[in-house]
């Protein structure tokens, strides 16, 4: 229902039961789903589209989870929709930048960590509006292994499934910094691949590579630190 009716109102209820289903889907069941999710996501309204691909990358995790390099082949059969869209392969390396950035506003006085969403009263993290924050967050908090993993997992799709390597450098740029070291390794491994591959002169990049570094608040610019 959610993919074939035109009704916005429908869309979004549809998208409320497909959440509610979501929680309670076995890991098989959610990596199953993500082709569909991400099918016309591009095209989708601002909340809805945050969260398909809230739970796109819920089941990229699922997904690679059980991954084994002997897959690729079947993996990229799977997801030849979403490689031919160009479109919809920009915005999920858009979210998946963003979930990356996601970071960890502090630490609690018995050690454990929690990533917290924008509309608590810490700020957003670095280089991300409170907005960005939210759309990635949603109503979840994370703990530093929860997030750590799903960044691992986003990290370890992109090029499991074909994305080039001048399409990865900018998350893998921004992975090289992160606190999980497991992240940090495979963004470092990510963009000595990417490095080779790309045009660093290329306009389009560099403007992606300055907006990371100054960061972008709803129409004003924010240091990344």
Do not use: W
């Given at each position: 229902?959610?993919?074939?009716?035109?009704?916005?109102?429908?869309?979004?209820?549809?998208?409320?039961?497909?959440?509610?289903?979501?929680?309670?889907?076995?890991?098989?069941?959610?990596?199953?789903?993500?082709?569909?999710?991400?099918?016309?996501?591009?095209?989708?309204?601002?909340?809805?589209?945050?969260?398909?691909?809230?739970?796109?990358?819920?089941?990229?995790?699922?997904?690679?989870?059980?991954?084994?390099?002997?897959?690729?082949?079947?993996?990229?059969?799977?997801?030849?929709?979403?490689?031919?869209?160009?479109?919809?392969?920009?915005?999920?390396?858009?979210?998946?930048?963003?979930?990356?950035?996601?970071?960890?506003?502090?630490?609690?006085?018995?050690?454990?960590?929690?990533?917290?969403?924008?509309?608590?009263?810490?700020?957003?993290?670095?280089?991300?509006?409170?907005?960005?924050?939210?759309?990635?967050?949603?109503?979840?908090?994370?703990?530093?292994?929860?997030?750590?993993?799903?960044?691992?997992?986003?990290?370890?799709?992109?090029?499991?499934?074909?994305?080039?390597?001048?399409?990865?450098?900018?998350p893998?740029?921004?992975?090289?910094?992160?606190?999980?070291h497991?992240?940090?390794?495979r963004?470092?491994?990510?963009?000595r691949?990417?490095?080779?591959?790309?045009?660093?002169?290329?306009?389009?990049?560099?403007?992606?590579?300055?907006?990371l570094?100054?960061?972008?608040?709803?129409g004003r610019l924010?240091?990344?630190?």
């Open positions: 229902m959610y993919s074939t009716t035109p009704s916005p109102l429908v869309r979004n209820f549809a998208l409320v039961y497909v959440e509610m289903a979501f929680a309670r889907a076995t890991a098989q069941e959610k990596a199953a789903a993500l082709t569909l999710l991400l099918k016309g996501a591009h095209e989708r309204t601002g909340d809805q589209q945050s969260l398909v691909l809230r739970l796109a990358c819920d089941s990229i995790q699922c997904v690679m989870e059980k991954y084994r390099p002997a897959e690729e082949k079947k993996l990229r059969e799977e997801c030849k929709g979403l490689m031919q869209s160009s479109a919809c392969r920009a915005l999920l390396l858009s979210f998946i930048s963003d979930l990356l950035k996601y970071g960890l506003p502090k630490q609690g006085e018995d050690g454990s960590t929690t990533y917290l969403v924008a509309g608590a009263p810490q700020p957003a993290p670095a280089g991300l509006s409170p907005v960005t924050a939210k759309r990635v967050a949603g109503s979840r908090t994370f703990t530093s292994n929860t997030l750590g993993a799903l960044k691992l997992a986003c990290l370890n799709f992109l090029p499991a499934v074909g994305f080039a390597s001048d399409e990865m450098l900018l893998a740029v921004i992975a090289c910094e992160d606190g999980n497991s992240v940090s390794s963004g470092d491994e990510l963009f691949r990417a490095l080779h591959a790309a045009d660093l002169e290329a306009e389009a990049l560099v403007l992606k590579l300055f907006r570094y100054l960061g972008a608040m709803e924010m240091p990344t630190g």
